[in-house]
């Protein structure tokens, strides 16, 4: 695992979303040209909890997941961001969100992931499972 809290890597196309980059939720909408889902699956050594309204203007998420290190499971949706401005401004926008990047390997590949350094204290995100937790993001925007 490698911390990339360092500048924008240009050749990382592939990353672990657990929350409203998934499939069908908020900020999925926003970028899904350009999103080529690849596989799903469940992640142990990470731990989800809810954080309450998104920390950026320019989106207004209710809620966001604040995943870290931890003893438990999230799903995760691979998926790869077929263009590098794309790719670098969702990016930033994590980034700015209090996430950092690291690379981890799932099924094989070399994703990235958005996470926090430690897991505030905030209520559980049940099973690790955005999508069916807070499911009624899914209205597209």
């Known amino acids: ?31 899904q040209p350009y999103l080529h889902y690849r596989f799903s699956a469940r992640l142990p050594g990470f731990i989800m909890r ?15 997941p604040v995943v ?12 790869e961001v077929t ?7 969702i990016f930033t ?3 700015r969100a209090g996430y950092r990047c690291e690379k981890i390997s799932v099924g094989g590949e070399n994703v ?10 905030l209520p559980l995100g049940p099973s690790g499972e955005w999508v069916q937790f807070f499911g009624h993001q899914k209205v597209r925007p």
């Open 93 to 95: 926008l994590e980034i």
């Open 68 to 79: 870290s290190r931890g003893n438990g499971e999230i799903t995760v949706e691979v998926t």
């Open 1 to 31: 695992m490698k911390d990339m809290n360092s500048p924008f890597d240009p050749g990382l196309r592939h990353y672990a979303f657990y929350g409203s980059l998934r499939r069908g939720m908020a900020l999925h909408w926003q970028f």
């Open 83 to 89: 263009n590098t401005d794309i790719a670098r401004e």
């Open 112 to 121: 990235g992931i958005f996470l926090f350094s430690e897991s505030p204290n």
């Open 50 to 64: 809810v954080h309450g309204p998104y920390p950026t203007e320019q989106y207004a998420l209710p809620a966001y």
